[in-house]
């Protein structure tokens, strides 16, 4: 999600910079010189705020997979840094990538992700209370270097199941407690970038 955020903006024109664990991407294409990268970790903010002053907006789309706490921290943890410090440098607005979630019981084996990623939504909400924007996309598909295989196999049904849960017979379906946000189309990575 990340490059393809990247990719957008400098798209549009925008002066990007993009903070990760590892710095600039080894697989580079053109468009990707003109995005500053600073390797740096989240949780170290002295290695990468600097970035900030001057800025106009931060986008956080930090996020994984694994056991509760590991959830918890990547989607949550992570992205709370990234709001303090964004608020804490005078940056005027905060956009959150954000998830729409599973129904229950889907939801169980997700809960660190989901109580991470509510925790970044109120902490947003708390910290821009005028200009923060959150996004919340179904499942995103797309084309992700060095994806888990497991995420990348589910990654590739984004293009068969967003026709299957568009299909009018399904739509009303969507209403139902309990399972209908699982008939919500997924979405494209490149929609939500």
Known sequence: L???????????????????????????EPWMDKIDYISGDVFNPESWRGVLKGSTSVIAS?????????????????????????????????????????????SI??????????AVEATAKRLFPESHVILK???????????????AAIRCLGPLQQPLASALPLRPLRDLPLVGSALVPWSPVQAVA
């Open 2 to 28: 990340g490059t393809n955020i990247c990719r957008t903006l400098v798209g549009m024109g925008k002066k990007v910079a993009s903070v990760n664990r590892s710095g600039p991407p080894k697989r580079r």
């Open 137 to 151: 996309p179904s499942v995103i598909y797309g084309e992700q270097q060095g994806a888990h295989p497991l995420i």
């Open 109 to 118: 084996p997700l809960r660190g992700y989901i109580e991470g990623k509510e």
């Open 62 to 106: 930090i996020g994984g997979f694994g056991s509760y706490d590991e959830m918890k921290r990547m989607n949550g943890d992570s992205n709370i840094v990234v709001a303090e410090e964004a608020a804490a440098a005078g940056v005027p607005r905060f956009v959150f990538v954000s998830a729409t979630f599973p129904p229950f019981p889907a």
